[in-house]
């Protein structure tokens, strides 16, 4: 089960707006940029991701939030994750209780937070 609904409301209001500051930066950490399946509206979503070659992958830790939806929807999103900018297409979300896409430490992690659902993506280039 991802982390509870509440934590989520959370970090929208507060905590995203200080992550957004190195998410970009650090590995582990992105920063996708997508549009809002009704609004329109481009939004900046802090997440974890971890890059394999040309594919991404996404750690749901919220389930299929806003920012998935969003993204399933357009097919497409611009993610930046250690100083780089990358389009990235073909979204699928996947079940994968042995965290495969992650670097074995953050495997752990996922485990106890008992999250097992991934958003991959594919690198445009």
Known sequence: MPLP?????????????????FAGHLPGFGIVTHRGRKSGRTYHTPVNVFQDGSQFT???TYGRGDWVENVLAAGSADVLTRNTTYHLTSPRVVNDPDRSGVPLPVRGVLRILNVD???LMEDEQ
Not at 5 to 21: P, Y
């Open 117 to 119: 659902d991934f958003l």
């Open 5 to 21: 609904r509440s934590i989520t409301r959370f970090n929208k209001a507060a905590a995203n707006k200080v992550t957004e500051r």
């Open 58 to 60: 996404f750690a749901l």
